[in-house]
């Protein structure tokens, strides 16, 4: 799904408009209606509503899911915060023919909204249509005060297209209040900003409303970037070859493991068989080479010169993507070795845990990174690596920066982990939940995406597929009823039937 910005949405819009030869009043109209269908399945007629609204079309939604919810038979309020209603002609238009004409009382700023609020007959709920995607600037003044209000009440808030406060990028630095929604129930399309980790808190609960804007209708614009879907997997799958033996689907190596952190070696390795490329090589520390043939008896071994720890390079001869650094350790000895690899192998490498770390300690080594390799920090790993940014969009931005510049791919691991390929562009995952966040995870996740490169897959789309299908994978697990004890050694199971899914849908 293509996520686009404030202006191009507006765009949209007015494109529907055109196509369908219908007003834009008619459209905010249907927008409502949509609205207010998503908003009684979660609040029944028994809440009564304070619809919060302001001076643009956001606040024209707002009057007219009002009116709607009254005929509806809801006790409906509205507490207006600019003095004379609105400043949109399309909301004007509705506030002469639907409120003015109905019986729904209408309160203004400055008399207190919690007064208003006071008169409503419990269970009750408000719905915040203050400021949508037109928000230009930070909330101040008597908008600051209504918002800090909403914040401070326990009853639930439903948030029209946008927690009102919330910036879109439309200016720089946000400082101003926020509303804290409970749920938000956004038209068409999310918001980008809906997906970053600090907007977690203000977003509640997130419903996409389609309402129905011409189809294709952006067709030809650049989007901001693209939330990664099934669809989007689907249609970047490469077909299995009919007449294929091991050497068909590529040769992987995981250099991972040290001394006590040997789990690390064996669930990425248990990741990259997970991702079917047809050879794993895993190259450890030479007293383990027992332990790793017992543990994944389908592994080839190369052993290190050390018995702790990796100290010297493995053979690479037809080896067409490495996966390094979980559990792998940071004794000098170690980054030496790793420093080397970088400068003589020249195919993709995956670089996480211990090998970003040791590169944070030595960031004049990242133009050894061979071109189109990858990089997985979490968000702690990034900042330490590059530096500290003000919010998500700066750290994108940077990484953006990065990655042409070094001529790499970073993902930013995180509840929707961000991918910043090395052209520029980025993605947005759609997969996944807390029963991933273990020790281990990132393990398993780093030989998937070095097993999908050995595949045949190109960086950035291996790096696209093995997030989705890693989130997937925990869904799935969660899908059955349990989002707590989801066991890291069995995910490689359900990233077997996350295939399985994918072939299911591809052959659909
Ligand atoms: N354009 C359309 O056809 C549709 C628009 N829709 C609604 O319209 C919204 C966008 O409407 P608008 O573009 O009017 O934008 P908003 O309603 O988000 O706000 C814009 C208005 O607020 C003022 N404003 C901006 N920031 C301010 C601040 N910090 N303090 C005080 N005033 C501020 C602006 O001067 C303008 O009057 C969407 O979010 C959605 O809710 C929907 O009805 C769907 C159809
Ligand atoms: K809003």
């Given at each position: 799904m293509k996520l686009w910005s404030p202006?191009?949405?507006?765009?949209?819009?007015?494109i529907t408009c055109r196509t369908e030869g219908i007003t834009s009043i008619e459209l905010m109209y249907r927008a409502a209606s949509?609205?207010?269908q998503s908003f009684t399945k979660y609040y029944p007629k028994r809440f009564s509503v304070l619809v919060v609204v302001g001076p643009g079309n956001n606040g024209g939604d707002g009057l007219v899911i009002a009116s709607l919810l009254y005929e509806l038979g809801y006790t409906v309020k509205i507490y207006a915060v600019h003095p004379s209603v609105t400043k949109s002609d399309?909301?004007?238009?509705?506030?002469?023919?639907l409120v003015e004409k109905s019986k729904i009382e209408i309160c203004?700023?400055?008399?207190?909204?919690?007064?208003?609020?006071?008169?409503?007959?419990?269970?009750?709920?408000?719905?915040?249509a203050l400021f949508g995607i037109g928000l230009s600037r930070?909330?101040?003044?008597a908008y600051q005060e209504v918002v800090e209000w909403m914040n401070r009440i326990v009853e639930p808030i439903v948030s029209v297209?946008?927690?009102?406060?919330?910036?879109?990028?439309?200016?720089?630095?946000?400082?101003?209040?926020?509303?804290?929604?409970?749920?938000?129930?956004?038209?068409?399309?999310?918001?980008?900003?809906?997906?970053?980790?600090?907007?977690?808190?203000?977003?509640?609960?997130?419903c996409t409303i389609p309402i129905g804007l011409t189809e294709n209708?952006?067709?030809?614009?650049?989007?901001i970037c693209e939330y990664i879907t099934i669809s989007w997997i689907t249609s970047h799958l490469i077909a299995p070859k009919r007449y294929s033996h091991k050497g068909t689907y590529g040769h992987a190596m995981i250099i991972a493991g040290s001394e006590g952190m040997m789990g690390a070696s064996i669930l990425a390795c248990k990741g990259a068989l997970s991702g079917g490329c047809g050879l794993i090589t895993t190259h450890i520390p030479n007293s383990y080479e027992t332990l790793i043939h017992q543990s994944v008896p389908e592994l080839l071994v190369s052993s290190d010169e050390s018995n702790q720890c990796f100290s010297s390079l493995p053979k690479m001869d037809g080896i067409k993507a490495i996966g390094i650094g979980p559990g792998l350790g940071q004794s000098a000895i170690t980054q030496e070795a790793l420093y080397l690899l970088m400068r003589k192998y020249h195919y993709p490498m995956v670089l996480d845990a211990d090998a970003l770390n040791i590169l944070s300690d030595n960031p004049d080594w990242l133009i050894e990174i061979p071109g189109n390799s990858i990089l997985t920090p979490h968000l702690k790993e990034f900042d330490r690596l590059f530096g500290t940014s003000f919010d998500t969009w700066e750290r994108i931005e940077k990484a953006k920066r990065i990655a042409i510049f070094y001529r790499i791919n970073i993902l930013i691991k995180g509840k929707n982990s961000i991918i910043v390929d090395r052209y520029g562009s980025w993605s947005i995952n759609s997969s996944g939940n807390s029963v991933l966040s273990k020790g281990g995870s990132g393990d398993v996740l780093t030989g998937l995406i070095t097993s999908l490169i050995a595949r045949g897959y190109r960086a950035e789309v291996a790096l696209?597929?093995?997030?989705?299908?890693?989130?997937k994978a925990g869904d799935v697990f969660a899908a059955q009823g349990d989002n707590v004890s989801l066991n890291i050694s069995t995910l490689p199971t359900y990233i077997g039937r996350v295939w399985e899914l994918l072939q299911n849908s591809s052959s659909k």
């Open positions: 202006t191009q949405i507006l765009e949209w819009d007015l949509k609205w207010v399309d909301a004007l238009f509705y506030y002469h023919e203004y700023f400055p008399q207190s909204p919690q007064d208003v609020f006071m008169t409503l007959s419990s269970p009750s709920v408000v719905v915040d930070n909330i101040r003044g297209d946008v927690p009102s406060g919330l910036s879109l990028r439309n200016f720089k630095k946000q400082s101003g209040s926020i509303v804290q929604a409970t749920h938000t129930f956004t038209f068409e399309v999310p918001k980008v900003d809906f997906f970053f980790p600090e907007n977690a808190p203000l977003i509640g609960e997130l209708g952006l067709d030809g614009e650049t989007p696209r597929l093995g997030v989705w299908i890693h989130g």
